[in-house]
């Protein structure tokens, strides 16, 4: 069973960089056709994909977030990580990291089809 768990701050000034960590067990990042994705809820709202990084270390943003998003992994540690840059009150939300196995072209990028998710983490946007 894979287990992922987010980490990092929870609090982020306006104009500053986010970044999160997702720490993975019970499967190993570079597993042929997993794609290991950054998913937020803000409030009162659904559940917005933000990128991938995929078994091969592909990369993959969604068009809006794409300019100030950067998904990176260390697979020593089994770890991806999160930035988002110039952040603002509007990128208040639930963060959660993700998986699912699948094959196609953009298989990654719907949230409800994820299998696996993190907790979650909660960071807030303010001065």
């Known amino acids: 069973q894979v287990q992922l768990q987010e980490s990092g701050p929870g609090l982020v000034k306006p104009s500053q960089t986010l970044s999160l960590t997702c720490t993975v067990s019970g499967g190993s990042i570079t597993t042929n056709y997993y794609y290991w994705s950054w998913i937020r809820q803000p409030p009162g709202k659904g559940l917005e994909w933000m990128g991938a990084i995929a078994y091969s270390g592909s990369t993959y943003y969604s068009p809006s977030l794409k300019s100030r998003t950067s998904i990176s992994r260390d697979t020593s540690k089994n770890q991806f990580t999160l930035q988002l840059s110039s952040v603002t009150p509007e990128d208040t939300a639930v963060y959660y990291c993700?998986?699912?196995?699948?094959?196609?072209?953009?298989?990654?990028?719907?949230?409800?089809?994820?299998?696996?998710w993190g907790q979650g983490t909660q960071v807030t946007v303010s001065s």
């Open positions: 993700a998986t699912r196995g699948c094959s196609g072209y953009g298989c990654y990028d719907v949230p409800s089809e994820y299998d696996y």
